[in-house]
């Protein structure tokens, strides 16, 4: 009776899961199950309100911090007084005293944060429009402190437009041309790899101009084919192919050579400040002190990175002097450049000086005020600091590595947790004075929840808690998602997520598919909706869906755990990596329920570089792999990010030697190459030699190039077809 029981608790499982619905490719690449957030939120001047775009981009909305109810329309685009007509809003600026907004519409993205559109001022009280500029599309716009002027970049060139005189536009230089100089936004290396696009900036009193020059004249130029294509179609290459040429430095090339250089607004004067930069040294940020107009703050980095200064110039007699020094071992952090922000009294710097990184308060000398974070764990963002009071507002990991939580420290160095949401991943949004935040929860299992919460971190209002996704998911027959740790033949702790087929029978032997990144810093096991592919882990699950188990591990290198962990990798990428990802093959095929001899491995970008080092460690342990837009020599990479793990070809040569073409005769298992044609980021070149190695190894593989496609991969039914050749090839392989 029993085993009757048994079979039939076993046959009514199964007729449920049949009857639930099922997930499809083409539902997950068209956005079916996407979750919903807030979107271009704006603390505003009373403390107890935001701004925010309403659903349809039609309206920008005013809600109350503590209630969330909506208080006002501030810009709608069917009710402007003057003829001026725009489809939707993209984005949107608040002037300093909210008197005017710049309204961002017409996007169109350049790389991978810059981006030109047409801009529009729109006064609030008069409800009248006004285009920033007529004179072609602009980029990176700002407001002076006072909101009388605004300052964009267009074609390498700085641009001001003055208010108070009915939106006069001068131009303030003369001397940007493509592929030779640029003033007020980086050049293409700088922009990808210290992730900014506005290298402009307003002093206190709006009497000056202060920017970043690039003169990239000797910077090798890289060429990539346009074709005609489709989705969108270039008909102007219907009949010949073109091309896009542009600077693009190697690992070890000539980089752009920068300077500093401020702009007075009423003598229209132009100066250079007197910067001590180390040679072929970087100009990662500049900022203008909050209260002096005379101070302009000013970061260098040598090429080495590992050597950040702080400078303090004054941009009236260009001198300039070094006011901090963080030296690094190794190298310095790109979250130590992009976290770093200036308070009313100097600056708050992100350092992993400790071993672990925190947060540091300095004043406008250069001298340590005090550490505001202590401990075996790592800030993950810096949210603000309020002089009044000196409490400091961040997240961190302090629970796990793989969660994040809202906390406030005060003067005193007390730490206060202020997310209340169970155990996940949390990120805020803090009102002007700290009165309120906007936070936003998820773990593994839940997508975003998105609550307004008071100083203390009590709930006051949820806005959205995805409950229509939450529906759609429920009638779904999904697999259980679950970290996991082990111990790799070398005494190293890693942690992990696996994805199981809801059907999951432990005495059955199981081919599992296993994904990863791996790059310096990152993390894919962590306890957010974000985790997987397409949110939630939901191609994960059409994988198990399909039969596999699906795994991710986070190896050495990866961030989270503090600076030797992350840091270990400095000067030979990919070989620590790759040997952690065969531990992980290895330790699931010791697992009862995995079948060894039919394990794959993929990833994109990093993820498909150390895929392939990974296929190719010497240990046969991967049938198969999928390695997507992935560098495969480190010298045909940029400079920037090659050089801060790696140093120059020149210095470490050994260290580049090691890669996948040099591993080619090594492979082991059945590979897909993805690439796109139009990559600006990793180029074809690499795919290309790649298989050269491939070819001349007589190893063999499949390829598969997108026309006009970019690092991303995506456009019309890209994607798509993109994952339906992916889940193919494991269904095939394994």
Not at 281 to 294: A, L, N, T
Not at 560 to 571: A, K, S, W
Not at 657 to 663: F, K, N, T
Request: some cysteine; proline content about 4%; overall charge neutral.
């Amino acid at each position: 009776m029993k085993r009757f029981l048994t079979l039939m608790a076993l046959l009514c499982a199964v007729l449920c899961m049949n009857a639930a619905a099922r997930l499809t490719l083409s539902d997950l690449t068209g956005g079916a199950y996407s979750s919903q957030g807030i979107y271009g939120v704006t603390p505003l001047l009373d403390g107890e309100s935001y701004g925010s775009i309403a659903p349809g981009g039609k309206q920008i909305v005013r809600h109350s911090f503590r209630t969330g109810q909506q208080t006002e329309v501030l810009f709608d685009v069917d009710n402007v007084k003057n003829r001026v007509k725009i489809d939707r809003v993209d984005g949107y600026q608040m002037s300093p005293d909210e008197t005017n907004i710049l309204i961002r519409t017409q996007t169109r993205s350049i790389y991978r944060h810059s981006r030109t559109a047409e801009y529009y001022i729109y006064n609030v009280r008069n409800r009248t429009l006004a285009h920033l500029s007529e004179g072609g599309p602009q980029e990176q716009p700002l407001w002076s402190r006072d909101g009388n002027m605004i300052a964009f970049v267009r074609e390498g060139n700085l641009f001001l437009v003055k208010l108070l005189f009915n939106n006069s536009e001068s131009q303030v230089t003369k001397d940007g041309e493509f592929n030779n100089v640029i003033n007020g936004k980086p050049d293409w290396v700088n922009e990808e790899e210290f992730s900014f696009s506005r290298a402009f900036d307003f002093n206190a009193d709006g009497t000056m101009l202060a920017w970043i020059r690039y003169d990239e004249s000797q910077v090798p130029l890289f060429s990539f084919p346009w074709y005609k294509g489709m989705s969108p179609e270039k008909k102007e290459y219907a009949e010949y192919p073109g091309s896009y040429d542009y600077k693009y430095p190697i690992a070890g090339a000539r980089n752009s050579t920068v300077s500093v250089h401020s702009f007075d607004i009423k003598s229209r004067v132009i100066r250079k400040m007197q910067l001590p930069l180390p040679d072929e040294g970087y100009v990662p940020r500049i900022f203008f002190s909050e209260q002096d107009p005379e101070k302009l703050l000013v970061l260098t980095l040598n090429r080495h990175q590992d050597q950040l200064d702080v400078c303090l110039a004054n941009p009236r007699s260009t001198e300039c002097r070094v006011i901090l020094r963080e030296q690094a071992e190794r190298y310095v952090p790109e979250e130590t450049i992009t976290s770093f922000s200036t308070t009313s009294e100097g600056f708050v710097l992100l350092s992993n000086r400790s071993g672990y990184k925190h947060l540091y308060l300095y004043d406008m000398t250069g001298t340590l005020r005090r550490q505001i974070t202590s401990g075996d764990f790592e800030v993950c963002s810096f949210y603000g600091y309020d002089s009044k009071t000196g409490n400091t507002y961040y997240s961190s990991n302090q629970e796990s590595p793989m969660r994040k939580s809202v906390y406030k420290s005060d003067s005193k160095g007390k730490a206060t947790r202020l997310s209340t949401s169970a155990t996940g991943t949390n990120s805020a949004i803090f009102s002007k004075g700290f009165r309120y935040f906007m936070n936003t929860w998820s773990d593994l299992n839940t997508p975003s929840v998105v609550s307004l919460c008071d100083a203390s971190g009590k709930t006051l209002k949820v806005l959205e808690d995805n409950s229509a996704l939450r529906q759609k998911l429920a009638a779904l027959a999904l697999g259980e998602r679950k970290f996991f740790s082990f111990t790799t033949a070398d005494g190293v702790q890693l942690n992990g997520f696996m994805v199981l087929p809801a059907d999951f029978n432990p005495s059955r032997k199981y081919p599992v598919v296993m994904h990863q990144y791996s790059g310096p810093g990152s993390q894919q096991v962590v306890d957010s909706w974000s985790a997987g592919n397409m949110g939630g882990c939901l191609y994960e699950q059409y994988l198990a869906q399909e039969g596999f188990i699906c795994v991710c591990v986070d190896g050495r290198g990866t961030g989270g755990r503090g600076r030797e962990f992350e840091q270990c990798t400095y000067l030979k990428l990919g070989q620590l990596e790759s040997h952690d990802q065969v531990e992980a093959a290895i330790w699931l095929g010791q697992q009862p329920y995995v079948d060894k001899d039919r394990i794959a491995i993929w990833g994109w970008s990093y993820g498909g570089f150390n895929t392939l080092m990974s296929m190719s460690e010497g240990r046969p342990v991967f049938a198969a792999g999928v390695a997507v837009a992935a560098p495969c020599s480190w010298r045909y990479y940029d400079s920037i990010y090659t050089e801060r793990y790696m140093r120059t070809p020149r210095e470490n040569g050994s260290g580049y030697d090691v890669c996948p073409i040099s591993r080619a005769d090594k492979l082991s298992g059945n590979l897909l190459l993805v690439h796109g044609l139009a990559d600006d980021n990793v180029h074809f070149r690499n795919v290309a030699e790649y298989t050269e190695a491939l070819v001349q190894a007589d190893k063999d593989f499949r390829e598969l190039t997108y026309t006009n496609r970019n690092h991303s991969i995506y456009g019309g039914n890209t994607r798509h077809h993109l994952f339906r050749q992916i889940t193919q090839h494991f269904k095939s392989m394994l």
